[in-house]
């Protein structure tokens, strides 16, 4: 099983008037200390789908209370939205399905008689064929372009409440697009799929990990 992780963190100082108005959520909750500077409650509606939870996020952070929603699915990549003021001011996604879905496409453009990507893993000229286009592509405009997308509401002075000017400038780095896209030549990889624990350690906040509401409720010890 993949880890997916998400709830919503804030400064422990703000603890009194989080648990005071926690109940104003009118959803099931659990709240939780994740170490000496934050703390984290998860609501029922986990994704913030529904209007009166966003609506409750809201009212709560325009009593100077900012609230972090986190998210991390490890198939699938993670984010973030800030609420502060009552409004939501920053936010980011990174997706790790971004390369495969567009050399996906590029490849079926070449070969619209594979119906099924899986059936070229047995042919090892088409595997390798694939393999190429996925190496071109993760070094592509489109593909920063793409990536660009997910962070282009990032805007790192909205943290200043409550992170260092350090860390802010620490978090700037980290959502440059040349950072985040720049390939090792060496590995192949890139500093887009450890962007996630990179963030985690900037904020304090490495305790984050599988944990979710549906895992709370399901009375399973940490």
Not at 161 to 173: C, E
Request: with cysteine; charged share 25%; net charge negative.
């Amino acid at each position: 099983m993949s880890e997916f992780t998400t709830g919503i963190l804030y400064p422990r100082k703000y603890e009194p008037k989080v648990i005071h108005t926690l109940p104003k959520a009118k959803q099931p909750f659990f709240h939780k200390r994740v170490n000496n500077d934050w703390n984290a409650f998860f609501l029922q509606d986990e994704c913030i789908e529904r209007a009166e939870t966003m609506s409750f996020l809201l009212g709560l952070s325009s009593h100077y209370v900012p609230l972090l929603w986190f998210h991390d699915s490890e198939e699938s990549g993670w984010g973030f939205r800030l609420f502060d003021g009552g409004t939501e001011t920053t936010s980011a996604t990174i997706s790790y399905s971004l390369d495969i879905e567009l050399a996906e496409c590029l490849f079926t453009k070449r070969h619209p008689e594979v119906e099924q990507i899986d059936e070229f893993w047995e042919n090892e000229q088409l595997r390798l064929e694939y393999e190429t286009i996925l190496d071109q592509v993760v070094r592509s405009e489109p593909f920063k372009r793409e990536v660009l997308k997910g962070i282009s509401r990032f805007r790192p002075h909205c943290f200043g409440r409550f992170l260092s000017h350090k860390q802010i400038a620490q978090l700037r780095s980290l959502f440059d697009i040349h950072v985040l896209t720049e390939v090792e030549e060496e590995t192949g990889g890139s500093v887009l799929y450890d962007s996630v624990d990179l963030f985690k350690e900037i904020l304090g906040i490495e305790e984050m990990v599988w944990v979710n509401y549906a895992y709370l409720a399901s009375g399973r010890k940490e």
